[in-house]
């Protein structure tokens, strides 16, 4: 089974830019698209971005409109660990962001309900 740890999140002001980490442990994510999603207060877990898996690392990119321009999805098969960059940061930002694995397939998905396993979150506030 696939444990989850997202780290990096905090508060920081419009503008600043931040980057959160998602490490995988128990189970490998090889072959494995991963993700990361985000729900503010109030509002559904919404798709930001995945990227699927490439053995000889970096994968493809996938995000939503309205982080396009501003964030960066990545990942290290060596330290099993997917990042996100977030550049200028906007206060609609603020959310728990969640990052999730889709077990044994190497698709990206913006469907919450195709990813596997998640990790607990970590929050990110964004002050105006």
């Known amino acids: 089974q696939v444990q989850l740890v997202e780290s990096g999140g905090g508060l920081v002001q419009a503008g600043d830019s931040l980057r959160l980490s998602c490490a995988a442990s128990?189970?490998?994510?090889?072959?494995?698209?991963m993700g990361w999603f985000r729900q503010a207060p109030g509002k559904e877990r919404e798709f930001v971005a995945a990227?699927?898996?490439?053995?000889?690392?970096?994968?493809?990119?996938t995000y939503a409109d309205s982080v396009k321009a501003r964030f960066t999805i990545s990942r290290d098969n060596t330290k099993n660990t997917v990042y996100r960059q977030m550049n200028s940061l906007k206060p609609e930002d603020t959310a728990v962001y969640y990052c999730?694995?889709?077990?044994?397939?190497?698709?990206?998905?913006?469907?919450?309900?195709?990813?596997?396993?998640w990790g607990q979150g970590t929050q990110v506030t964004v002050s105006s």
């Open positions: 990227v699927t898996w490439r053995r000889w690392g970096g994968g493809i990119p």
């Open positions: 128990g189970g490998t994510v090889s072959g494995s698209a």
């Open positions: 999730a694995v889709r077990t044994g397939v190497n698709w990206p998905s913006s469907r919450s309900s195709e990813y596997d396993y």
